[in-house]
């Protein structure tokens, strides 16, 4: 078969176009899932290996952290050649073969592109560091200094320091709102756009389904280079940056959130859309305006199909006044866009961890997640109930963690490997010595534990995703009435002409309430949704949900 025949029957996947509304998308960190070979790190046909697993789910798609060639200091952020697999991980006949997999199992494939910036050691940059005469010697953000030879503005780094770096060759800084070896590139030269939408078209090509967009509003910077104003310490929050880090003492309205963002992402969504089917979510990095952003970034034909911010990311307990709260406000800033949640991810602790849950707990916020208006990520292991681990100071590997600690351990504790048998000492993740420890306490909670354990969380997570399935008020429908209730958080969701109600007790506290008014049939009793008594009144128990059908 030849290669169009291939991208034409992977195409054939797509019957909804919109399949991305109200999707469930599960996160893939390549490191840490499969090793197929033994040398300790995860691998595309270790990924390829376990899809099987993963479509049992019942998710809809899969998203890939960064698997691109690179020097691997910011893990496969620092990108050094988008068109090439980084030989950890495999080659391109590898890839095609896990989105050959991935389709025939039903599952979408989205892959991580990090377009904001570079590696210090892609060709591109290697061609302008040298000199201001080369031929994209404009390609990334340059300045001179100021005249006592000190960075051109106070902009700040994510990951410490300042977030300029003096290149002697050029006698000019470069700028990197990350790592020094991750130098930003200029947006506003419409030469680097047209090259990173050709990277686009090449994953296109080859069948992906989508992209997550890494750090969708850090593309463009300030023309002008201004200085960015101090921000009041009462409305400073560590949403994104530890609290230990300077960078939350800014309100970085100049170092990214630039207007002309809106243009590049109308080429970029003109692109996906002459792919049927293809569809993008885009991390929106903002501590004050995250919300607010992503309705910019979503609303309409011109814009990503998603974004997700970091409401629900954030170390804060997610009380029911909270959900509400952030639920209200995406009503008033992102009504005609849509959100992608999550509770756990790559970057941040694992919330069984960063909430303190219990079991019951991590089932009333899987449900609870899986109710909400918006599409769904969900991080390996989430599915698993895993806590954060326990990486030593001498096992670090992130130069984040490495940097803060110990007021700030870094990522490593939720990157650590996936397990999938409890009796292996490296829980079925590698025949090697895994790059980071596998978690002792992460055993017990094996795939394979689970599966032979139908209390386990494992199913609970299957049996949600399938109740949003079965009912498209829960995937793609409209909400009102969202409520908080005491500890309990109630909605209504509707689609065409079906009708859901959703209560979730978000505490261990028995809490009563009424349905709205209607006739309704109890759904989700597999979950543990309980049926209206005989006064008419829902009773929860403690971290119990309520989830009816209108008839």
Not at 429 to 437: E, M
Request: include cysteine; proline fraction near 6%.
């Amino acid at each position: 078969m030849n290669k169009q025949a291939e991208f034409d029957m992977a195409r054939t996947l797509v019957t909804d176009e919109d399949w991305w509304r109200g999707a469930v998308i599960y996160q893939i960190y390549p490191r840490s899932f499969q090793d197929s070979n033994g040398d300790g790190i995860g691998d595309l046909n270790g990924i390829t290996s376990r899809l099987p697993y993963v479509a049992s789910l019942g998710v809809d798609a899969i998203w890939i952290s960064p698997f691109f060639t690179s020097p691997m200091k910011d893990f496969g952020y620092d990108v050094s050649d988008y068109r090439g697999v980084d030989p950890m991980f495999g080659t391109l006949a590898d890839f095609d073969a896990l989105v050959e997999t991935a389709h025939a199992l039903g599952l979408r494939v989205m892959i991580d592109l990090v377009l904001s910036h570079t590696s210090d050691e892609h060709p591109w940059f290697l061609d302008c560091a040298h000199s201001r005469d080369s031929e994209k010697c404009d390609w990334y953000v340059w300045s001179d200094p100021k005249p006592d030879g000190t960075p051109p503005n106070n902009w700040l780094s994510i990951f410490g320091g300042s977030a300029w770096t003096w290149e002697p060759r050029r006698e000019q800084y470069y700028l990197h709102n990350f790592l020094k070896t991750q130098p930003d590139l200029n947006f506003h030269n419409p030469d680097v756009q047209d090259a990173l939408l050709d990277v686009t078209r090449f994953w296109l090509d080859r069948g992906v389904d989508g992209f997550r967009l890494d750090t969708i509003n850090f593309y463009y910077a300030d023309k002008q280079l201004r200085d960015n104003p101090a921000l009041p310490k009462e409305q400073r929050n560590a949403t994104i940056a530890p609290s230990v880090n300077p960078y939350n003492h800014q309100e970085h309205v100049y170092s990214k959130n630039q207007p002309e963002n809106l243009a590049f992402l109308a080429r970029f969504r003109a692109l996906l859309d002459e792919y049927p089917g293809s569809a993008a979510v885009g991390e929106v990095g903002d501590a004050q305006r995250g919300l607010e952003i992503m309705g910019e970034y979503t609303a309409g034909d011109e814009r990503v199909q998603m974004c997700y911010a970091f409401e629900f990311l954030a170390k804060d307990p997610l009380t029911a006044t909270r959900v509400v709260e952030v639920l209200n406000k995406v009503d008033e800033v992102a009504s005609d866009g849509w959100a992608c949640w999550a509770f756990s991810n790559h970057d941040v602790i694992r919330h069984a961890s960063r909430w303190e849950l219990s079991d019951a707990a991590m089932r009333a916020y899987a449900t609870l997640i899986l109710c909400l208006r918006g599409s769904v990520c969900l991080y390996q292991g989430e599915e698993l109930g895993l806590h954060e681990a326990d990486v030593a100071f001498e096992d670090l590997q992130d130069p984040y963690g490495i940097e803060f600690w110990p007021e700030f351990k870094g990522r490593d504790g939720c990157r650590t490997p996936m397990v999938w048998e409890p009796s292996n000492s490296h829980g079925g993740f590698t025949a090697g010595d895994p790059w980071l420890p596998v978690s002792r306490d992460h055993l017990h909670s094996a795939v394979a534990s689970q599966e032979d354990d139908p209390a386990a969380l494992l199913h609970h997570y299957r049996r949600a995703i399938a109740l949003r399935n079965t009912h498209k008020a829960l995937s793609k429908g409209s909400h009102d009435g969202v409520t908080a209730m005491g500890d309990v958080v109630h909605f209504t969701r509707h689609h065409d002409d079906q009708t859901v109600f959703c209560a979730i007790n978000l505490s261990d506290e028995p809490a009563t309430l009424d349905l709205p008014e209607g006739s309704w049939v109890t759904i989700g009793s597999e979950l543990g949704s309980t049926a209206p008594g005989p006064d008419g009144h829902v009773h929860l128990g403690g971290w119990q949900v309520a989830i009816a059908l209108k008839t």
